[in-house]
C-alpha cells in the first residue's frame, strides 16, 4: 500500500511570505505527526492529532505556527510570515496510535530567503 | 520526560558488528525502547522495539538490561548502505504527550570500506 506522502518535495519562499506543507498520512492511520528537521540536527515535534481529540499543540515554536487534520485524513502545516530560521525540513509521519511505530513521509524541504 | 543520550558519532567497517548504546536513565516503568535509522533526504524508518532483554530481527538486535537505563542497538556485519543517523526513542505506552516523544540528534554511523 501506500505510504505516508507530503507535497510539495521542495518550497522556496520569501521573507514573510505564508506557506501550506501537506501530509497524506497512510489511510486507516489515526494517529498524525509533525516534525520539523533543521540541518545537521535530530527531530523537533511540532503537533500530534489523534482521532477526533484536541490535537497536541505543545511543540509548536511560535503563534505563526498551525496545523488542521481535516476528516482525520489529510493535514496541512500553516506557517505565517516566514522567517529565515523557519528554513528546515518539515517531516510528516502517521501511525495506529501514539504507541505504536511511525511512518514517516520524505518531508517538505523549506527555504526561506 | 525519558531524555536519551547517544554518541554523537561512530565509525565502523564493513563486515563489523556495530554496538550503539543508549542511556536513559529516566525511563518509567511502561516506556518502550525505540530505534530508527534515518538515510540522507529520507524520513526516519522503523528498526526495531523492545521492552526488556533481547529482541531480534532481521535487521538488528536490541539489548536491555534489567535496570532498563540504557539499551544497545546491535548491528551485525554492517556495509556501506547501513551509514546513517541512528535514533534511541522511549515510547509511553499508556496514554501520554506526544510532546514526550523525543528523537535527539541521534548517532551518525559512518561505514567505511
Redesign the interface.
Known amino acids: 500500500g501506500a505510504g ?1 506522502s507530503q507535497s510539495p518535495s521542495n518550497k522556496v519562499t520569501e521573507k514573510g511570505k505564508d506557506v501550506e506543507l501537506r501530509c497524506d498520512p497512510i489511510s486507516g492511520h489515526t494517529a498524525l ?1 509533525w ?1 520539523r528537521q533543521s540541518l545537521g ?3 523537533e ?1 511540532l503537533i ?1 492529532f489523534q482521532g477526533n481529540s484536541a490535537p ?1 499543540k ?2 509548536l515554536p511560535s503563534d505563526r505556527f498551525s496545523a488542521e487534520r481535516t476528516g482525520g485524513s489529510v493535514s496541512t502545516l500553516t506557517i505565517q510570515r516566514t522567517q529565515q530560521e523557519d528554513s528546515a525540513v518539515y ?1 510528516c ?1 502517521s501511525s495506529g496510535h ?2 505504536e ?7 517538505t524541504r523549506l527555504l526561506v530567503l | 520526560l525519558a531524555k536519551t543520550t547517544q554518541p554523537i558519532s561512530m565509525d565502523s567497517y564493513e563486515g563489523q558488528e556495530v554496538n550503539i548504546t543508549c542511556s536513559h536513565n529516566n525511563i518509567a516503568t511502561n516506556d518502550y525502547i525505540t530505534w530508527y535509522q534515518q538515510f540522507p533526504s529520507q524520513g526516519p524508518r522503523f528498526i526495531i522495539q523492545g521492552y526488556k532483554t533481547k529482541v531480534t530481527n532481521e535487521v538488528a538486535s536490541l539489548f536491555i538490561p534489567a535496570d532498563r537505563k540504557s539499551s544497545t542497538l546491535s548491528l551485525p556485519r554492517v556495509s556501506l548502505s547501513d551509514t546513517a543517523v541512528y535514533y534511541c526513542l522511549v515510547v509511553p505506552i499508556s496514554s501520554g504527550s506526544a510532546r514526550q516523544l523525543t528523537f535527539g540528534s541521534g548517532t551518525q554511523l559512518t561505514v567505511l570500506p
Open positions: 505516508v505527526y516534525y540536527q535530530g527531530l515535534f500530534y497536541d505543545s511543540g517531516l509521519a501514539l504507541q511505530t511511525q511512518y514517516f513521509g520524505p518531508g
